[in-house]
């Protein structure tokens, strides 16, 4: 049983991927750059329970640090294991390996029996107040909110790491060095 | 610190953060360590560089740090922002390594307070090491740690310290760095080992893979899990791909391993954006050979497959020289672990370095470096091939050119020959038109072809009227000859001055020189990422003549061509018609004068 996490992601990601019916119809995909955007909207938004902390992400651009929840990647992978949400690899033009989803038939007619209210949650987290969807793209190093209908665009929070105070202390183990060749 | 097996979860408003969220505290450690390895490609020279540059040998042994870069050495003062890092020199020696102590003051936002002291071990073999003692966090003591907390601690100390190194190494290592990681080097990862004393819960380390919460917070710290594991003396290590912990009473005695482990991982990471970077560059490749196939139907072809030649070439030649980087590193990493192995006793550290399996890691990079050096190889030679094959449609290119050159001389040739028997047929017609001006004279001053009553009468009159006739005919002729060659001579430019510019100009300045003259004619060539203009304009070109400054009242025509995207003036053609006591080296001064005065160049 999805819990209401699962459910709002799946509904998400819905919105955003669309598998074919028919053998010529081709497969929309979402980016796993740009959910995990829109999740960490969500998460702000208090859409969403998780938390996120800042890690370092493999993008289309190569690494970069983000903020990335690590249930909403452990409730992705949920929805793959239930069969609700697949997972595409694929490999980037600079050679690096990303992942992009789409929900399955399956999670399609899951979501008729998802409640009104996570829905509308979502609705409310994603929609542009001129009605169109927002999309999350990467452009230029930062992740821009853009509303596909009027074209408002945003920058999102998502690369804004946030400080914490903290003291250390300097550190150095005793380390041995090897000789060189030319002292051997 | 309860060592229990006791569960912390409670929702906490962190303090001294500017985090928005709530943070669901699942694991807390205690007494935490760090160490964060990563791999720079060194060598001894960069190492007696970087003492050098730290201040190794002076008497002094701390120095502060600055990005700033003086680009006005011979000044007396400078002004730069306050002084970030401090250093302060442990232990070195001048060819093999360095440890030195950093105090990073970075500005950061109000309500954080960040005393960030870290230790760093600089090795020749390009190992570097970062530790640190956590003694508190957002508030609280070393004795509890929220990994929530930890993780954003670790991605502060991440970009501090590459922001740190970029200040200390060189910029041959900086290119070889932003090669590797596609000019993001200051994004760079690396790879963070935790050693805590204590853990709250405190399971068996299989636990701790719930699948759930408490798994999805260590993952802020190990990215994805690799393996867990209990070892003999009750310590637990949770080994990820971006960063492990170990949780042991007595963490001091796994140092050694954490260290050699950290590095070899950050190195594992290295190795992979190097082999990523390989493939992008065999694309570069398979563009080039498509640009070189499109030779002869785009005409811009065979130059975008130059400059993308000899730039993938330059970028082939410094990777295989950091694969020599590499494959050096790596020998000197297993005789370290072979000497670091022997001495191992504790049954426990044995474990973990099993465990780890550092020695098949070691070996592991070791055939990446060796299956890479094939592929670099391949990569030199399909370079070489394509840098013929180039070569050869240049040299096709140029044959066609010299064809057409040649072709065009011969077209040239007849049309001068043709050209010279017009020449002279006109000449012809001029001398005998000059003639028939002058029986025409003749014949208006004498009223008609009648002979006038000169004396002479019958046969010998009208012989005397005929030579008189041609001699002012042949008057007339070499009259005409001589006024058309002075025309000609007059309309030659006197003085023809070519002159090399090759100068930087200042945009604004030549926009008012030239507003200031009356161009005649201007034109643009664009090329590539050249937008050369050829501007012209004249001085003294009406009746009445000006005595212009440095030119006189001559008349003087100028064509300038500059560089309007590299903003460089690139030569100018002067000619001054009737110098008279002008020289050449009047009309460059003069020339060059006017620029100067009116702030042209740079």
Redesign the interface.
Known sequence: MPTTDQNRLLYMISLYSKPSEKDEEKVVWVRETSLRALMYEG??KKVFTW??????VLTA?????MNIS??G??DINDLRELGLIDALKLST????YITAYCASKKGLTELGRLPKGDKGAIDELVKCKCGGNVRAEEQGGKILLTCDSCKASEPSGMMD?????????????N????P?K?DA | MPEDGGKVKELIAPKGSNIEDELNEVIVLGDVRLFIGEYIPFGVNHIVAFNTKLGSFMRVKSALLTQVIDNDPGGMQFEIPPVMTEVLIKKFDKNDFVDFEASIHYPEPPGIVQDEHFGVHVEYTGKILYGLDIMEVAGRGKDHVSLDHLSRVLTDLIQDSSEMMGTLITDYQRKLLDLTYYGRSENRDKYTFVLAKAATPLVPAKEYMDGEDKENELRQILETFQDVFDLQDGSKMLVGTHGSILISKDPTKYEYIAAEYSFLMSMDIFIQNYFSRLFMMNDCVKDIRELIDKSEEDPNAVEKAQSELSITMSDAILMKELLEYLRESTSALAKEWELCEKGMTDPSVKDAAAKLTITSRIKAAKDQIRDMDHIIDGLLRSLEGLSGMNETINQRQMRHFQETLEENSRTLEDMTKNGERTSAGVEIMEIILSGTLALELVSLFTGGLTFPNIGLDGGLGAIAWALISVACWAVGSVALFFTMKWLGDRAEPAIVLRLKLNRKYNPKGLKAFLEKREITTQNLDLYGTLARKKVMWKYNDSFLWDDLPGWGKRKVIINMTYDENTKFLLNALVEVQFPGEMKLSEVREAFLAELKDEKVFL
Do not use: K, M, T
């Not at chain 1, 380390?175 to 090897?178: D, E, F, G, R």
């Open positions: 998460i702000v938390d996120y902390a800042p890690a370092s651009d190569g690494r970069i640090f690590q249930e990647e452990d033009s600079r050679h690096y790491i946030e400080d914490v105070s903290y003291v250390s202390r300097a550190y150095i183990p380390l041995p060095v090897v060189r030319g």
